[in-house]
């Protein structure tokens, strides 16, 4: 498999074959889920200032995650609506049945591949995420627009079998320490080790975790490193451990994605997605929790 195809059924595309999908106008609906951590509303004004062409703006608060009252498929800080909800969000948004979908950001692709990740949990296979997100658009020479896009009419879009895994809570608990699953950190080293904690409430990782933070799956230009290097690294961090046991997690199970999409990119086995990771595990009760020594 190449991690490039026009196709869609890679999990990555260039900016570059996105442009050229859309001059020849084959059908495919695009998502920004441009969002900003620190400043909830950075991410719909990024949009708003300039955006792809059709484009449909979604916002990891409002739209990938479960609010107060909203049926969830996880806890945590971003919670994982319920697949119906997702249906339906979808359905809202216009997407139709075996659509094809881009999604970006410009955030690294970490909730870009958010939004890949819940698609392909209700799913829908043709999603791809746009490699280098936003600023490779550009380079690109890609056209820009402005403004809000039109609201679009209802689509058809309907749940099929998920082609990903998701561990909940219970689920890594049931099974920590056990040989057939390999926990992987996807945050910073400083916040795995338990040194700094800047949005949960209990600093440390779940015990027996691996780490390798999310932003070691790009090279310089913000783009997934080729997949013989990501095979090479990640081979290097289970040391001898089966690849097909690796569950994701990271804060709230967004930053965790990437590590999803990177072992697609390097043909490994998918790793499972732990949604509700550390803000989810640090405020259950009885659950323990580690420090790096």
């Not at 609010?67 to 909800?85: C, D, I």
């Not at 075996?98 to 690294?108: A, H, L, M």
């Not at 746009?130 to 056209?143: E, I, P, Q, R």
Request: charged share 20%; net charge neutral.
């Amino acid at each position: 498999m190449t991690p490039h195809r026009d196709d869609l059924s890679c999990p990555l595309i260039t900016a570059e074959a996105l442009r050229e999908r859309l001059a020849r106008g084959a059908p495919t609906r695009v998502f920004d889920c441009s969002f900003e951590l620190t400043d909830p509303a950075a991410g719909r004004a990024q949009y708003r200032q300039g955006h792809i062409p059709g484009a449909h703006y979604v916002h990891l608060d409002d739209d990938l995650s479960a609010g107060a009252g909203v049926p969830a498929a996880s806890g945590g800080r971003h919670p994982l609506p319920a697949r119906e909800v997702v249906a339906e969000r979808l359905r809202r948004w216009g997407l139709r049945c075996d659509e094809p979908v881009v999604v970006y950001d410009r955030q690294g692709g970490m909730v870009g591949g958010r939004l890949w990740w819940m698609l392909r949990w209700c799913g829908h296979a043709p999603v791809a995420v746009l490699d280098g997100g936003w600023a490779a658009w550009l380079a690109a020479g890609g056209a820009v627009a402005s403004g809000d896009a039109p609201v679009p009419a209802a689509g058809d879009f309907a749940l099929a079998e998920p082609l990903v895994t998701l561990r909940t809570l219970d689920d890594v608990a049931r099974h920590l320490g056990r040989p057939h699953q390999t926990l992987v950190d996807a945050r910073a080293p400083a916040r795995y080790r338990g040194e700094a904690e800047p949005l949960d409430p209990v600093a440390g990782h779940i015990p027996g975790a691996l780490n390798r933070p999310w932003t070691d799956n790009f090279g310089p230009d913000g783009r997934y490193k080729q997949a013989a290097q990501l095979r090479a690294e990640w081979t290097a961090l289970l040391a001898g451990r089966d690849p097909a046991t690796v569950v994701a997690y990271c804060g709230s199970g967004v930053s965790a994605i990437p590590h999803v999409l990177a072992m697609r990119v390097a043909v490994l086995p998918e790793p499972a997605l732990f949604a509700g990771s550390w803000s989810e595990w640090c405020t259950t009760p009885g659950l323990p929790c580690a420090r790096a020594v």
